[in-house]
């Protein structure tokens, strides 16, 4: 079973949308757009009538209010969603063990995970900042994935990926990852998307143009490709 993001072609490059019971990661740098895709995932939930939970920690409820509530995608289900605005702080997590941290995220849901179909994690970049250890924060974000396959959750983490540092190993405990993206073209900068993977799922290797507007993000027709390909295929 696969549950959508409600944006068709995206939806399309990945076999359908997310797999049911996995654990899923948007990652890309500040202003990529991730929020914005990550509740288009959360919209379709509750247009489906399912049950989700969305744990913003960049955001308080007005702004997400008066940011996200005024999106097209949003109309009629921004009040299903159950939204919880948290701020991480250390002591929620610590001493780190999966029961200390199910209760902290039992205690911030306020919801059974068993009820919860959908759960968005925006974003785990400030408990690695809570953290600020990448072995406690690989740790907890495997406790976290744990939690989620226990209860049946479908698991969407965001995260910010570093400007210079190396990337994070969040990637690899996901089943699928997309990239967002900020491209160089000829005539200044494009908004890319890029599956790296996906599970189970023949998908494009392709950079996908996409724009955001009033409606969310919109995916464009065509791909990027490297200008100057390092690799050139000879029979
Ligand atoms: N109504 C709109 N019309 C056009 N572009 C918009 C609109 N709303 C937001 N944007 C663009 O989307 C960007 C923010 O998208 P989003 O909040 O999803 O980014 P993010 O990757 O979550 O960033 P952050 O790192 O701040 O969390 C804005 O910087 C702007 O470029
Ligand atoms: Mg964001």
């Not at 696969?2 to 399309?12: C, P, Q, S, V």
């Not at 379709?44 to 955001?59: D, F, H, I, N, P």
């Not at 392709?206 to 464009?220: L, N, R, W």
Request: neutral net charge.
């Amino acid at each position: 079973m696969k549950l959508a993001f409600g944006i068709e072609k995206l939806d399309e490059a990945l076999g359908g949308g997310l797999d049911k019971d996995s654990v899923n990661l948007i990652l890309g740098r500040s202003g990529a757009g991730k929020t914005i895709l990550a509740s288009h995932w959360a919209a379709e939930g509750a247009r489906k009538g399912e049950s989700v939970v969305y744990l913003a920690t960049t955001m308080g409820r007005k702004s997400c209010e008066s940011y996200l509530g005024k999106m097209k995608f949003m109309e009629d289900v921004f009040s299903k969603i159950h939204w919880r605005f948290v701020r991480i702080e250390a002591k929620f997590l610590l001493p780190l063990t999966p029961e200390k941290l199910e209760e902290s995220v039992i205690s911030t849901i306020k919801m059974e995970p068993d009820e919860v179909d959908r759960i968005i994690f925006d974003s785990v970049t400030d408990m690695d900042k809570a953290l600020g250890d990448p072995v406690l924060y690989r740790t907890a974000l495997r406790y976290l994935s744990r939690l989620c396959y226990k209860n049946d959750i479908t698991a969407l983490f965001v995260e910010e990926a570093p400007l210079m540092k190396e990337w994070s190993e969040t990637k690899n405990i996901a089943e699928s990852v997309i990239l967002l993206d900020i491209l160089r073209v000829p005539d200044g900068y494009a908004r890319a998307l890029r599956i790296l993977k996906k599970y189970r799922t023949a998908h494009p290797l392709d950079y996908i143009p996409f724009e955001i507007t009033d409606e969310g993000i919109v995916i464009k027709d065509g791909k990027y490709v490297r200008k100057n390909y390092e690799f050139e295929y000879r029979a």
